[in-house]
């Protein structure tokens, strides 16, 4: 019995779940930088959640790149230009370091265009409501005699992560086009560390500390949110494959809330006239990634927790716009798959 007694008095002891941590606190925050930490990680989990992020952030965001370069008066890289300091080769250099936010669509095209002797800045690009220069101080080159000439033509793309040139050259680019390795993140720098703190009893805990600059285009606090989204929706994919519907709907999950109401979107009499309610139902539940949208749209829905059509139709024009990588084109695409339903978006 003494035992006995040992062995379930030892077995109480032994910790049966790992503890949530803490939401995450701002240490210090400042527009594009921000420092930020999270508490009460289980012994091990600040390395494990902290390099996870910062890989994440690094390497998954969506930003603006520079993608060709067209220079007047060069016809590759290795050109040099009449009366500017600088070859073209530094000019690029200098380029890629101007950082740009689109405004509107997913490709544009910006110029510059200087004469005057003098130093050149990124602020001398045209003004569009498009495009926004996020550091006008940026220095291009020096025009260093009264015949010299800056010409230059960026076209800018938006995209994630790092893309080498190949991957989307053309078979036949205009002559004088220099296409550049596109680097789209908006990332600067950022770092973690990790300390340890006590937790009850516990001194092994660990204390999270994530430090991060971007370029200005998004805030410090959203790149850290929109990490966690994506490692998020990423371990959501992988766990729906092994959660069945039914136990989906046993824990309220699932499209449910996405086809149980649709009145806000259409009229009873609307939708009688082309659908009863049990057709109604099973169209509402067809998935996104079944239909014949474009990787880019499906994508942008994805990220928008867009994943079946009554979905879809809960959405109107204006929100599906305001959706990260979501344009015209994508909003047209949408419109003319859901007419072959004879489904609409909900009015504002």
């Not at 045209?126 to 996020?134: A, I, N, Q, S, Y």
């Not at 993140?185 to 500390?209: A, F, H, Q, W």
Request: glycine share 8%.
């Amino acid at each position: 019995m003494l035992v006995n007694s040992n062995i379930r008095y030892c077995t109480t002891m032994f910790q049966q779940e790992i503890l949530l941590p803490k939401k995450i606190t701002v240490v210090e925050e400042d527009g594009p930088k921000g420092v930020y930490e999270i508490e009460g990680l289980y012994p091990g989990y600040g390395h494990t959640l902290g390099n996870s992020l910062r890989r994440v952030i690094l390497s998954s965001l969506p930003g603006v790149s520079i993608i060709s370069i067209k220079i007047k008066g060069a016809d590759h890289e290795f050109a040099t230009l009449d009366g500017v300091k600088e070859d073209v080769l530094n000019i690029i250099l200098n380029l890629k370091k101007v950082r740009f936010m689109l405004r509107a669509g997913d490709e544009a095209t910006i110029r510059l265009h200087a004469k005057e002797k003098g130093a050149v800045y990124a602020d001398a690009f045209e003004k569009t409501g498009e495009v926004e220069v996020l550091n006008p101080d940026q220095y291009i080159a020096e025009i260093t005699s009264s015949k010299g000439e800056l010409d230059i033509e960026l076209e800018l793309a938006k995209g994630i992560g790092y893309l080498p040139k190949e991957e989307f050259k053309k078979e036949k680019e205009a002559i004088g086009t220099i296409l550049v390795d596109a680097i789209f993140s908006p990332i600067r720098k950022v770092r973690y560390e990790v300390e340890n703190m006590r937790v009850g009893d516990r001194t092994d805990y660990n204390r999270l500390r994530i430090s991060l600059e971007t370029d200005g285009s998004i805030t410090a606090k959203e790149a850290l949110e929109s990490a966690l989204k994506i490692m998020l929706r990423q371990f959501q994919s992988i766990l729906d494959l092994k959660v069945s519907e039914d136990e989906k709907r046993e824990h309220g999950e699932g499209e449910a809330d996405e086809t149980e109401d649709v009145s806000d979107a259409y009229d009873e009499e609307t939708l009688g006239e082309e659908y009863d309610d049990s057709e109604l139902v099973e169209l509402l539940k067809t998935r996104i990634d079944t239909l014949d949208f474009s990787s880019r749209t499906e994508r942008a829905l994805a990220s928008a927790n867009i994943r079946t059509l009554g979905g879809l139709i809960r959405k109107s024009k204006e929100e599906l716009l305001a959706i990260e990588g979501f344009g015209q084109k994508s909003l047209d695409e949408v419109i003319d798959t859901l007419s072959t339903f004879k489904l609409t978006l909900k009015d504002k």
